[in-house]
């Protein structure tokens, strides 16, 4: 389920992704870190969709994995293999 998309017209762009739960093997796979968080918490994906050259394919990536509490409170927010959040990701 999208939450929040940032995407163009052609479907381009960031997005993050509510994965409506609190344990994603999919995370997991594509970020390469335990892909969970405390339970009543909720995972969320931030991800871009961006064409190759040529238009033929897309290409669909993690960036970051953020975990969410039922108040809205920011538990943890990681890169690929836990490391620390590209500084073009931090505010």
């Not at 594509?30 to 968080?37: E, I, L, S, V």
């Not at 190759?52 to 290409?59: A, N, Q, R, S, V």
Request: aromatic share 10%.
């Amino acid at each position: 389920m999208v939450n929040v998309d940032f995407r163009n017209k052609n479907g381009e762009g960031f997005y993050w992704a509510d994965l409506q739960t609190n344990d994603s093997r999919e995370e997991c796979e594509r970020m390469g870190h335990c892909g969970r968080t405390g339970y009543g918490n909720i995972i969320y994906s931030l991800r871009e969709t961006k064409k190759l050259p040529g238009d033929k394919y897309t290409i669909n990536k993690s960036h970051l994995t953020a975990s969410i509490g039922g108040d809205g409170t920011l538990y943890q927010l990681k890169g690929p293999k836990n490391s620390k959040p590209k500084e073009e990701f931090q505010i």
